[in-house]
């Protein structure tokens, strides 16, 4: 499969404990987004890389929540200290240039109970 | 503020029966819009953009600026249509952010 990949597809953790999402985009996408989506609404823009740079955060995004793509490839998510307004899809997308389509992975749910 | 609104939820149709899903934006600035579907069990995907002025599995949209809306249409449903339709708008500024809708499930009866 040569599609956009995340891992885990679903994590279930206790409040309080730290998770990390990883994500492998296309090959040659030197943009790569990060998403949450919560039950009954769209995707919501966290994060956004052009190659290893992070270019815009969202509000959304708490500092318990940070992003990296080290090399320009794979990318990870991690959110610290865990709550369970947290409890989301995690949607990783990504694509070639800023104007072209975004390419989606299957993402990973996490639960925090 | 940038706002992308779906207003029906849920819409259900008969099999050949017209479809129209709503979608409106608000932006100040130049828009770009997409229609991304949602099938059972499968990733998120790009349905078309308002600038490829295409159809795509016989749906078409019109981006219509004086009622900011881009509703997306199809003029006989198929069973296979059935998803979770959302609509979506790129924000042109200095970085790239796409603002997505909160959806409409589809629904196809046989």
């Known amino acids: 499969d040569t599609g956009v990949s995340q891992d885990p597809r679903h994590k279930i953790t206790k409040r309080g404990q730290n998770v990390t999402f990883r994500c492998d985009p296309i090959?040659?996408?030197?943009?790569l987004y990060w998403y949450r989506q919560t039950l009954g609404q769209g995707p919501e823009f966290l994060t956004y890389f052009q190659n290893e740079a992070q270019l815009e955060k969202s509000r959304l995004l708490s500092d318990r929540f940070s992003a990296e793509r080290p090399k320009g490839s794979f990318s990870t998510l991690e959110i610290q200290r865990t709550e369970q307004g947290d409890s989301a899809m995690y949607l990783c997308a990504s694509s070639i240039g800023g104007y072209n389509e975004q390419f989606f992975g299957p993402g990973t749910r996490l639960t925090v109970l | 503020a940038q706002r992308v609104t779906q207003p029906e939820k849920l819409l259900s149709v008969f099999k050949g029966a017209p479809v129209e899903l709503k979608c409106n934006y608000s932006?100040?600035?130049?828009?770009?819009l997409f229609w991304y579907v949602q099938y059972s069990r499968q990733r998120l995907q790009l349905l078309l953009r308002h600038i490829s002025r295409e159809s795509i599995k016989g749906f078409t949209a019109d981006l219509n600026k004086g009622e900011t809306s881009f509703h997306l249409k199809k003029p006989f449903a198929q069973e296979e249509d059935s998803a979770m339709y959302y609509c979506?708008?790129?924000?042109?500024?200095?970085?790239?952010?796409?603002?997505f809708g909160p959806g409409t499930s589809l629904s196809v009866i046989p």
């Open positions: 932006y100040s600035g130049s828009p770009e």
């Open positions: 979506a708008l790129r924000v042109k500024t200095s970085y790239d952010k796409v603002i």
């Open positions: 090959s040659e996408h030197n943009r």
